[in-house]
C-alpha cells in the first residue's frame, strides 16, 4: 500500500511521530506522499523525508487556505526557486487548489494562485496533487485551460457524484484520491466507484484528518489506510491483494519520480 497523502510532519505528530511511521509500515505502508501546504512546513517536510529516504516523499505547493492576499505572490516565488534547484527533492506540486467552502473572499487570489502552479507542473513536469472543495466548475475551467499540456496528477479526498467524477476523469492524466469518508456509513462514494475504474484511483489518508472507520473521529494515520484498501476491495469485489497491486502501479504512472522496487 502507498498513501499518496498524508501530513504527519504537522504538530498533530510531533509526540509521537516516529511510532507513527514505524505503525504503518508494521501495517504495510511501502511509501508516505507528503503534500506541502505552505512556507512554514516545508521544514518539517523535509526533515522527516531525510529521517526516512525512499519512504517518505516531499511535494511543494501553496494550499488554497493559505493564500494571503498580500503575501501569496512573493510566496509562490520563492517556492518556485525550490522546484529550480538542479536535485531538489519533490516529487510533485501540491497540495495545490481551489477551496471556496469556508471563505469566497479570496477567490481571485486562490484562481490566480492555482492557475500559477498549475504552471510550475508543466514546465517542471511535475504532476499536480489537487484540493478542491465547493469548486468543482472552477477547477474544471481551469485545468481546461491547460488541456493541451501532459499533466498528470490525483484529485485528492475526491468525494463528489458519478458526474463530476467522470467529468474529473476526462483529464486523461489524473486519478481520484479514494480516503476514509469512503468509509463512512452515509458515503455516497461507494456507489460513485463502481462507475470508475480500478485503475483510475489511489488510496489515500489525508492524516491527521478524515480517520476511516473504525477509527472515525480520532487522529488520522497512515496505517489507517488499510482501512480504505479494505473497503476498495469490498466495492470492486476483488482481493485485497489486487487492489494493492493495480494503486500501486497507478502510483507509479502517476509519480515518475517516486522511487518503487
Not at 498524508?6 to 511521530?17: G, T
Not at 514546465?123 to 499533466?151: D, F
Request: charged share 25%; glycine share 6%.
Amino acid at each position: 500500500m502507498i498513501d499518496t497523502h498524508s501530513h504527519i510532519y504537522e504538530p498533530e505528530f510531533d509526540a509521537d511521530r516516529e511510532d507513527v511511521v514505524l505503525r504503518a509500515r508494521q501495517a504495510g505502508v511501502e511509501k508516505i506522499l507528503l503534500p506541502n501546504i505552505n512556507a512554514a512546513s516545508i521544514g518539517p517536510m523535509l526533515d522527516l523525508c531525510r529521517r526516512h529516504p525512499n519512504y517518505c516523499y516531499p511535494m511543494l505547493g501553496l494550499h488554497p487556505e493559505d493564500v494571503a492576499p498580500a503575501a501569496y505572490r512573493q510566496v509562490l516565488a520563492d517556492m518556485e526557486k525550490l522546484l529550480e534547484e538542479p536535485h531538489h527533492p519533490y516529487i510533485a506540486v501540491g497540495e495545490v487548489g481551489l477551496d471556496f467552502y469556508w471563505d469566497q473572499t479570496t477567490v481571485r487570489e486562490q484562481e490566480d494562485a492555482f492557475r500559477i502552479q498549475i504552471g510550475w507542473a508543466v514546465r517542471h513536469r511535475l504532476p499536480l496533487v489537487i484540493h478542491s472543495r465547493s469548486a468543482h466548475r472552477q477547477l474544471v475551467a481551469a485545468m481546461r485551460e491547460y488541456c493541451h499540456e501532459e499533466l498528470t496528477g490525483i484529485f485528492h479526498c475526491f468525494g463528489g457524484t458519478v458526474e463530476e467524477a467522470q467529468e474529473l476523469l476526462q483529464f486523461s492524466g489524473f486519478v481520484l484520491g479514494i480516503g476514509g469518508v469512503l468509509t463512512y456509513k452515509k458515503s455516497t462514494l461507494p456507489e460513485v466507484l463502481a462507475t470508475v475504474p480500478l485503475e483510475r484511483i489511489v488510496l489515500e489518508t489525508d492524516a491527521p484528518y478524515l480517520a476511516p472507520v473504525p477509527h472515525r473521529g480520532k487522529r488520522n494515520e497512515s496505517a489507517f489506510v488499510v482501512e480504505v484498501l479494505r473497503k476498495v476491495a469490498h466495492i470492486y469485489n476483488v482481493s485485497e491483494e489486487h487492489v494493492e497491486a493495480v494503486t500501486n502501479s497507478n502510483v507509479k504512472r502517476t509519480f515518475p519520480r517516486l522511487k518503487l522496487q
